[in-house]
């Protein structure tokens, strides 16, 4: 996967791909320099990389002349994370024709979970 291909904002909050298959992409992103005034991980940092893996999930799976979009992204935070690095995983719900559904869960250093989301995707023609 070219880390060339990644937005400008997936480089300035740190997010990763570690490894990926069809089935299941992981990536990780680091807490610090993405907490919110009380020194948390901000949601917003955390629903972007929920954003990301999600959408490079849908791309690996529509082919070179296709692309998705992200259309509907949900997430519930479960317990804070403060330092370390964050890990993500993400795992199809449905690919379909048309719409692709992931769920993702963000882990925190001590593999407990800090958040859960559901990404649905629009395939559209490339």
Not at 77 to 106: D, E, H, M, N
Not at 114 to 126: D, E
């Amino acid at each position: 996967m070219p880390t060339d291909s990644f937005s400008p904002l997936d480089d300035k909050l740190g997010i990763r791909i570690i490894d990926f298959d069809p089935d299941r992409l992981v990536a990780t992103m680091p807490v610090k320099g993405n907490e919110q005034p009380f020194g948390l991980l901000h949601g917003g940092a955390t629903c972007t990389l929920m954003e990301t893996i999600g959408s490079w999930a849908a791309m690996l799976g529509v082919g070179p002349d296709r692309k998705a979009v992200g259309i509907e992204l949900n997430a519930s935070y479960v317990k804070a994370a403060t330092s370390g690095v964050v890990t993500a995983v993400c795992t199809p719900v449905r690919r379909g024709r048309t719409l692709a559904t992931f769920l993702i869960q963000v882990n925190d250093d001590q593999d407990q979970l800090t958040a859960t989301g559901r990404l649905t995707c629009m395939i559209l023609p490339a």
